[in-house]
């Protein structure tokens, strides 16, 4: 079924300047954008998003990561596109991450992970519903 999904370019890879990169390889698997932001996150919104993680040992340098500098924010859409999207990226951990993976190639710790993307339908409905209104996602 097509359906859509959030990912986040993670401010690492917003530093390294390869969100062209990354957003090519969506793009080459058969994701579209449908809606997309850049963000300079603060904590309140940071910690919202993250809100299941709260209270885990890394929530506060999670938090500290997330707004370290500016995210870029997209919808992406297409068959299957919660899987694919996280088959692109990788492990969330770059050291278990497949080579070929966007993990594996632009990131450097489990914290500075280079990309999220939501890991089932129903985070996937909450996630992009946290920072885009229905109005935002143009039909493709
Ligand atoms: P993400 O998919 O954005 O969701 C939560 C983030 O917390 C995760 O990617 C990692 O960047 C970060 N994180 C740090 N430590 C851990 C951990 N032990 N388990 C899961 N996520 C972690």
């Known amino acids: 079924a097509v359906e859509r999904t959030l990912s986040i370019v993670k401010p690492d890879a917003v530093g390294k300047n390869v969100i062209g990169e990354i957003y090519s390889r969506f793009e080459k698997n058969g994701l579209a954008i449908v809606a997309a932001k850049m963000v300079q996150l603060d904590a309140t919104r940071a910690g919202g998003f993250y ?41 969330t951990n770059p050291q278990d991450a497949d080579a070929g993976t966007i993990r594996a190639d632009f990131a450097q710790s489990i914290d500075a992970n280079a990309v999220h993307g939501s890991d089932s339908a129903a985070s996937a409905e909450r996630e992009i519903a946290y920072f885009f209104a229905a109005s935002d996602l143009c039909e493709r």
Request: aromatic share 8%; charged share 25%.
């Open 51 to 91: 809100a299941e993680h709260r209270g885990r040992p890394f929530f506060d340098d999670l938090i500290t990561f997330m707004t370290s500098g500016p995210v870029m924010i997209q919808v992406l859409e297409g068959e299957g596109a919660i899987a694919k999207n996280r088959e692109l990226m990788g492990a």
